[in-house]
């Protein structure tokens, strides 16, 4: 009773905790980042193909139909699945298997493909670039290129300051006029209307 209370109340703060950390930032920031931990895809699409061909070689073997994969199911297993005697039914059963292999195949190699786009993005990442970039910035001064590339890195960093500080100024600039509107509509006088006589 003890420790599922405390971890309950742990719990409870832990989450009021993140609650407030997440209404404290600002909307348009991000200072928060909420993680899950989910099992391996790969893994999944793996049992799921598994489960998928172990049903279709059992439906195989039930309608006669040669398997030409190396998939072998034992027949304590096959006896686990409880197939129907229907031979319909287990046609149906064997067309849904085999479109279900066919789409975790697919899966699996997208799954395939992404973790290897991901490992070259890491190897990038995590690649030095100081030494092209030093090679390339003498390359650049021995051609006499790099004072004329500095001087219009600086005028466009100019344009970008000038720019938001052009930004920030309207944004002020609304944001006044606007509380001058609300000011003066909050202070416009209400008619005192009296009670109205019927007659």
Same mark, same amino acid.
């Given at each position: ?5 405390r ?6 703060r ?11 930032t ?8 909420l ?12 049992n ?5 061909k172990?049903l ?27 197939l129907?005697?229907?031979?319909a ?8 298997a ?13 799954e395939e ?21 030093f ?12 004072p004329?590339?500095?001087? #219009?890195a600086?005028? =466009?960093? %100019?344009?970008r *300051? $000038?720019? +938001? !500080?052009? /930004?920030e @100024? &309207?944004?002020?600039e609304? #944001?006044?006029?606007? =509380?001058? %509107?609300?000011? *003066? $509509?909050d +202070? !416009?006088? /209400?008619? @005192? &209307? ?6």
């Amino acid at each position: 009773f003890f420790f599922s209370s405390r971890r309950r109340h742990t719990r409870q703060r832990s989450v009021s905790w993140a609650r407030r950390c997440v209404q404290e930032t600002a909307t348009n920031e991000i200072h928060l980042n909420l993680l899950a931990i989910c099992g391996d895809r790969k893994e999944a699409f793996q049992n799921k193909l598994r489960a998928d061909k172990t049903l279709k070689c059992a439906i195989g073997r039930k309608l006669g139909i040669v398997q030409i994969e190396e998939f072998v199911v034992p027949e304590e297993e096959e006896k686990k699945l409880n197939l129907p005697i229907d031979e319909a039914e287990l046609k149906k059963l064997y067309a849904e298997a085999d479109s279900r292999i066919s789409r975790n195949v697919v899966e699996f190699q997208l799954e395939e493909e992404k973790r290897k786009k991901w490992h070259n993005e890491n190897v990038r990442r995590k690649h030095n670039y100081l030494a092209l970039i030093f090679e390339l910035l003498t390359i650049l001064a021995r051609k006499d290129k790099l004072p004329s590339l500095i001087d #219009k890195a600086k005028e =466009e960093e %100019k344009k970008r *300051k $000038e720019a +938001k !500080k052009k /930004e920030e @100024k &309207e944004a002020t600039e609304a #944001k006044a006029s606007k =509380e001058i %509107k609300e000011t *003066k $509509e909050d +202070k !416009k006088p /209400e008619t @005192k &209307e009296g009670p109205q006589l019927s007659q």
